[in-house]
């Protein structure tokens, strides 16, 4: 059931926005590189820039699943879900981590969990631009 037709300027304007956003996630150091174990336990990772690409994804795909075109629905189901937390530290509780972290051969355990996590969303973040450039191409051929 549509209840209301997503806005195609606005949707293709935020499809180059994640294509492009997601090529520079991608190549981060975030992403690219293995996590650095005193900022896993330690300090802080930053996450926040894949956390919004996240939400900013999330928020695209909600408005245009109200499409009427089963092709465009099809291809939006072609973006990934991304576990954006993975990359950080692994407990809630800043004592938690402290404790893994001091515990040497536990503690590499999880930076290779986190290296990992990095990797699969390094992937994820391929697979979206790719279907993000694809839905573009789609929406602006379409209409011709």
């Known amino acids: 059931m ?6 195609r300027e ?10 492009s956003a997601g090529m520079e ?13 005193r900022d896993l336990f330690f300090g802080t990772v ?9 939400n900013e994804l999330e928020s695209l795909v909600t408005e245009m699943a109200n499409s009427r075109d089963r092709v465009e629905l099809d291809m939006l189901n072609g973006f990934p879900v991304m576990p954006c937390h993975g990359v ?6 800043e004592w938690a981590n402290r404790t893994v ?3 040497f051969p ?9 290296w990992l996590f990095s990797r699969k969303l390094q ?3 391929i697979k979206a631009t790719q279907v993000a450039s694809n839905l573009i191409d789609y929406m602006n051929n379409k209409h011709i």
């Open 88 to 93: 950080q530290a692994p407990f809630a509780k």
């Open 106 to 114: 536990i503690g590499l355990l999880f930076v290779l969990r986190a």
């Open 25 to 37: 996630l991608a190549e981060s150091p975030l992403l690219t590189s293995i996590p650095n174990y």
């Open 10 to 19: 606005r949707c293709l304007k935020e499809l180059a926005d994640i294509q």
């Open 2 to 7: 549509v209840i209301e037709d997503p806005d």
């Open 123 to 125: 992937r994820q973040m």
């Open 46 to 54: 930053d996450a926040s820039r894949l956390i919004g690409f996240n």
């Open 101 to 103: 972290g001091i515990v």
